[in-house]
């Protein structure tokens, strides 16, 4: 396997999604991706095309997102979100990375996309729970039961001293499966039907959904709750409302990213009830420390991430060092 200082084979690496799932601990690839925030890579606007997929079926989109450290490692990411797939048991995103030398632009890997995406993702959660969350933060209620769910679960327990995770998802039995999954024995689990009562718990909320109606409504926030909005990455999408966005201190993963793509933003701002000067930091500011992150043990935080290219790098770039 090629390395930055050389290379030793023409043939790119094949890494499958066991593979990434089981050479990017989250302890670890927190602070990896909390320091490629810090000293982030070129990381140009991500290319957002949709595609059209059938009359009676949602659109689906089709994301190109490069970015590179000069000299070291070059990557992009092809990736689909196709919603309609979840109802043939197959995840809605799926995606391949590609990693290319930085100097000769040599083929080093061919890496899943959808594993390194869903570990990225709930790394870059965990880095804003970092400076966001409350350091007793011991209840999580994780809304949504997909692809990414589990990860969500593992990576705020990473950060905060999670005791309890609570999980709703409109299908009970895939939120006993998802618990099934993650437990473990020094944490209580519980599948939720009732929403607004478990939010109102919730120390951390965490959504994973494709939703277009808010689920969680700001009267549901009790002071001092860390809201984590994932899933809407389009401006029809919601999992707040707008009140929730205007009680809480948001933050987001990068302000060129959720300010164009995040309807949890997008439709409050066209309705004058925000505006994009109200977006306190992205991450890059919190990581390098010229912003601060929680600054009271009752103000409502709220993190809103679209996902950022540079994440991906920063996980390739440990995948790869750990395995060769």
């Known amino acids: ?38 000293h982030p890579p070129v990381a140009p606007e ?15 989109t089709l994301l190109l997102m490069p970015a590179w ?7 992009i990411k092809i990736a689909t979100v196709f919603p309609g797939a979840n109802a043939v048991g197959l995840p809605a995103v ?17 890496i899943d996309g959808s594993m390194l995406t869903a570990r ?11 400076y966001l969350a409350r350091e007793d933060a011991g209840t999580l209620l994780m809304v949504g039961t997909g692809a990414q769910a589990p990860h969500l679960i593992e990576a705020h327990s990473c950060v905060r001293p999670i005791r309890k995770v609570s999980v709703w998802g409109r299908q009970t039995e895939k939120a006993k499966n998802l618990i099934e999954r993650v437990e473990k024995d020094n944490m ?27 689920l969680i409504p700001g009267a549901w926030l009790k002071p001092g709750v860390h809201v984590d909005l994932v899933g809407s990455f389009k401006p029809n999408m919601r999992e707040t409302d ?7 201190r948001v933050f987001v993963d990068t302000r060129a990213g ?7 933003l997008i439709q409050p701002i066209a309705a004058n009830l925000f505006s994009e000067e109200s977006v306190v930091a992205e991450l890059s500011e919190l990581c390098s420390g010229t912003c601060e992150g929680r600054t009271s043990s009752d103000e409502i935080t709220l993190f809103k991430s679209v996902g950022a290219s540079l994440e991906d790098l920063a996980a390739a770039e440990m995948l790869i060092n750990l395995i060769q």
């Open 1 to 38: 396997m090629s390395n930055d200082s050389g290379m030793s084979s023409s043939i790119p690496r094949i890494i499958d999604a066991n593979t990434v799932l089981e050479a990017t601990p989250m302890e670890v690839l927190v602070d990896a991706i909390d320091r490629a925030f810090a």
């Open 46 to 60: 991500r290319h957002h095309h949709t595609i059209e997929v059938h009359e009676n079926e949602p659109d689906a």
């Open 69 to 75: 450290r000069p000299g070291k490692h070059t990557g």
């Open 94 to 110: 799926q995606a391949v990375y590609i990693l290319s030398h930085g100097k000769t632009g040599q083929l080093l890997a061919i």
């Open 120 to 130: 990225r993702t709930a790394a870059a959660s965990a880095v804003a729970s970092r």
């Open 188 to 214: 209580e689990y519980e599948v939720v039907s009732d929403l607004e009562t478990a939010a109102k718990m919730a120390d951390i909320i965490s959504c994973a959904t494709l939703s277009e109606q808010p």
């Open 242 to 248: 707008d009140e929730a966005i205007q009680i809480a």
């Open 258 to 264: 959720a300010l164009s793509e995040a309807g949890d």
